[in-house]
């Protein structure tokens, strides 16, 4: 490491002496660090001056009108509210001034308000909705940047139209809205009211029909207790024309046995008659004291099933009427809900039930109406009964005289007696058939009246449930007129429309809170031109210095010492260029969240840099330093240092993660907009990647390029134009393997270099014009690619620099071919005692030698 310091401390000591270097020195210190604070300061805060970009406007706006808006002319209001604003430089100018002034670029665009613009706005309220239009001019061959601010200023001429035209409808349409909602307001008062005394009148109804269920319930069951009395008195009838068929029996008995005995009692016929006469007389007014009975009865009978079906009659008109009202309160009701359903149910049930009822009390009036004709023809078979007993009671007076005469009458009249008590003992047998249906049908009558008071029951109760319900809506209506709904309308109809309509002109506010905040554009732009300044420092560097360092005063230098010598110098004034950089962006006002972290990163950047330029232009000359150039150029669009990288095309989006501005300048970010976790940390260690890398070129692959490096020097002193060095350092020379051969073999290792230089002369022309015509055609390729392609034209470029780098490549290729091919001929010349020199010198332990 001595002679790395040795070589650090002559380096600083030529510059010392030399005192008119100090000036070159000094520039070469501050002329970098200009460029990012001129670029800086000019970038300041560039859109706070918008107001000098001069926009034109012509307003040909002839205003409109509609109900709603009444009398607009839009054009006349931007205009006004234009002159107040000064976000850009509004000139207002009739349409061929302005187009001349954007034409001739005193005016960046221009804006044309068409004389139909309000109508056109305003057709939407009219239902034939034109959309408006403005006309937008814009001369983009000015600036590249002004077009875009011209595009924001007709942004906000079209926000403000908006803005406007939506004041003016929220104005008049709040207006409306008042006026609709007092009206709507008075309507929901009125129906409130309307609706109470409607559910009122609907209360009393059902509690009306409630009583007339309880009035329909007592009458069924008093019917059913007449039908029960109806009941008891047909059974007593019943039994009272038992007794009457008995009767009739034994008088049909006793006239058969008169008749069998009248002609047996012919002797005694006076007195036997007498006797019989006696007793048929008394069997006459037995049958006549049972006939009158059964009569009594029936007629009992009769009256208590008349006033049972009147009852009936009754009780089924007014079911009619109960379900006449039913009826009316299910039309009422409102469909769909639960006391609707029950009250439909209970309708069909009654409706059944009154049905059935009416079939039954029409039954009974036509039983009662065939007892009433039963009855009649009992009173007819008695009359003749009675009148066949006083005839035989004529006869026994007058038997003495006559028995004998009218035996064969009386005979007769004792046959017709018996005819006749058989018939009303049919007749007694078929009335007691049709009473046993009668009390059938009455018993049918008295369930089918149960079932109807059941049914009433549970209509009472639906009733019931549905007059509880409405006098639940009934207080629920009432309770709206404290409710939160009349409070909302109330605000609504006390809507200010002025208010309105300057919420709905600018309804949203954005409020921006940085999350790091950065004072100025300047300072946000910092991070870019510094590090294109520490790039730029570090390129002049190599540029005005000497790369390859001579061995004066210094013996035993190798070329890891030599290289690490000169690379101190560079550090050094890197460290010093980036210290400059770092204090007049701080003096310029660029504030940072920490000077002292903004200052050291600029100076590690420095290093970082200044070793990246070195090793490339160390081990690649001329190459490197090209490479230097291109990657300056690719890293402006590449490290998002402008815009994001998201914004750029795909082959720059590819590049960013491998370019060293990428971490240089979100290092620098984080030192001025603040830190965020690791991230600063992060680009460092991946500057401190590339720093890695820059050592590994310059330490050990530049011996392997000592001969590239050394070729190129002699190809450009060979010019007298181009500034050259002399490689004084260059490690190993020749190869290994060359050396062995050419010891042990030398006539067989003259012969196969000379046959190899042979084929690589005849071939090299071809080769050369064949990469010529490679890159011609390449680039006259890609061009045409890129007419056809525009939205490729990133990657065609990106293309195109890669095949460039590729020839470039190959023709190195060909020069480092043909400098190996003359060194192994100069090799191959030497003489037994060079060769062992130069062996011991590429061997093991000293394979970094020097060269006179």
């Not at 008394?282 to 079906?309: C, E, N, P």
């Not at 031109?529 to 390129?539: E, M, R, T, V, Y």
């Not at 001025?672 to 991946?686: L, Q, T, V």
């Not at 530049?702 to 134009?721: E, H, S």
């Amino acid at each position: 490491m001595r002679n790395v310091f040795r070589v650090f401390s002559r380096d600083v000591r030529r510059l010392a002496l030399v005192r008119k270097t100090w000036i070159v020195i000094l520039g070469a210190m501050i002329t970098p660090s200009l460029y990012a604070w001129v670029n800086i300061a000019a970038f300041w805060d560039p859109y706070s001056r918008t107001g000098n970009v001069s926009v034109a406007v012509v307003n040909q706006d002839e205003g409109g009108s509609s109900t709603l808006t009444g009398e607009v002319d839009v054009g006349a209001q931007v205009v006004d509210q234009l002159e107040s604003n000064d976000q850009l430089g509004w000139q207002f100018l009739d349409e061929d001034d302005a187009m001349d002034a954007v034409r001739s670029g005193s005016s960046y665009a221009a804006i044309i308000i068409p004389p139909d613009f309000s109508r056109d706005l305003l057709s939407v309220s009219l239902g034939t909705f034109t959309p408006p239009s403005l006309t937008y001019y814009v001369n983009e061959k000015t600036n590249a940047v002004s077009p875009k601010i011209t595009d924001v200023g007709a942004s906000t001429l079209d926000t403000q139209i908006n803005s406007t035209f939506v004041s003016a409808v929220a104005g008049a349409v709040t207006e409306e809205l008042t006026d609709v909602g007092g009206e709507v307001e008075r309507r929901l008062r009125g129906a409130q009211g309307t609706t109470v005394d409607t559910l009122d009148g609907a209360v009393d109804t059902l509690a009306s029909a409630r009583g007339r269920i309880g009035d329909l319930q007592e009458g069924l069951s008093g019917a059913r207790d007449g039908l029960d009395s109806a009941g008891d008195t047909l059974g007593t009838v019943d039994t009272t024309l038992g007794d009457v068929q008995t009767a009739v029996g034994q008088a049909r008995q006793i006239a058969d046995e008169a008749q069998r005995e009248l002609a047996t009692l012919t002797g005694s016929l006076t007195s036997t008659y007498v006797a019989g006469a006696t007793r048929l007389a008394d069997a006459a007014s037995t049958l006549s004291g049972s006939v009158a009975r059964v009569t009594s009865g029936l007629q009992r009978a009769d009256v208590a099933v008349g006033t049972g079906l009147d009852d009936a009659d009754a009780v089924a008109a007014a079911a009619g009427e109960a379900l006449g009202e039913v009826r009316a309160l299910v039309a009422g009701a409102a469909p769909g809900t639960q006391v609707s359903d029950q009250l439909v149910e209970a309708v069909a049930l009654l409706e059944n039930r009154v049905s059935d009822d009416r079939d039954v009390i029409d039954q009974v009036r036509r039983l009662d109406s065939d007892v009433a004709q039963t009855t009649a023809a009992i009173r007819d078979s008695t009359d003749a009964i009675a009148a066949a007993a006083d005839a035989a009671s004529d006869s026994a007076r007058s038997v003495r005289d006559v028995l004998l005469s009218t035996g064969p009458d009386l005979n007769g009249s004792m046959s017709r007696l018996s005819a006749s008590a058989g018939a009303l003992s049919s007749a007694i047998d078929s009335q007691r058939a049709q009473l046993e249906q009668a009390r059938a049908l009455l018993a049918g009558l008295d369930d089918q009246l149960a079932q109807t008071s059941t049914a009433l029951s549970a209509l009472e109760d639906s009733l019931a449930g549905a007059e509880t319900g409405l006098e639940q809506v009934r207080t629920d209506v009432r309770a709206l007129g404290t409710a939160d709904v009349w409070d909302a309308l109330g605000t609504v109809t006390g809507l200010d429309a002025e208010e309105i309509a300057q919420f709905m002109a600018s309804p949203v506010e954005v409020e921006q809170r940085p999350v790091f905040p950065v004072a100025a554009y300047g300072s946000a732009m910092a991070p870019l031109f510094a590090n294109l300044s520490l790039w730029i420092g570090a390129f002049v560097l190599v540029v005005i210095f000497k790369l390859e360092v001579d061995r004066e005063g210094i013996t035993g230098l190798t070329t890891k010492q030599a290289y690490l010598g000169r690379w101190l110098l560079l550090a050094a004034m890197g460290v010093v260029q980036a210290l400059v950089l770092s204090t007049g962006i701080l003096l310029i006002g660029v504030d940072a969240a920490s000077a002292p972290a903004l200052i050291g990163t600029s100076v590690l950047i420095g290093l970082a840099y200044s070793s990246l330029v070195y090793a490339l232009s160390v081990a690649l000359g001329y190459v490197g330093k090209g490479l230097c150039v291109l990657l300056v150029i690719v890293q402006i669009p590449g490290a998002s240092g402008l815009y994001p990288i998201e914004l750029m095309p795909g082959f720059f989006r590819a590049l960013n993660p491998v370019l060293p501005f990428t971490y240089g300048i979100d290092a620098l970010r984080e030192t001025i907009g603040g830190f965020y976790a690791d991230h600063y940390w992060k680009s460092m260690a991946a500057l401190g990647v590339f720093v890695v890398l820059s050592f590994l070129l310059g330490l050990v692959l530049r011996d392997r390029l000592g001969n590239f490096v050394l070729l190129f020097n002699r190809r450009i002193a060979a010019t007298q134009l181009l500034v050259s060095e002399e490689v004084h350092v260059t490690g190993r020379r020749y190869r290994l393997p060359q050396l062995i051969h050419a010891l042990t073999n030398g006539g067989e290792f003259r012969g196969e270099l000379a046959a190899r230089a042979r084929r690589f002369t005849r071939h090299y022309p071809t080769l050369l014009r064949a990469a010529v015509a490679v890159a011609v055609v390449s680039l006259l390729s890609l061009g045409f690619l890129g007419g056809l392609l525009p939205a490729g034209k990133a990657v065609l470029l990106g293309l195109w620099v890669l095949g460039a780098l590729l020839v470039a490549g190959f023709l190195v290729m060909l020069e480092y071919v043909r400098q190996s091919i003359e060194l192994a001929t100069e090799l191959g010349e030497m003489s037994e005692a060079d060769l062992r020199r130069e062996l011991v010198r590429a061997g093991p332990g000293s394979d970094e030698g020097e060269r006179e």
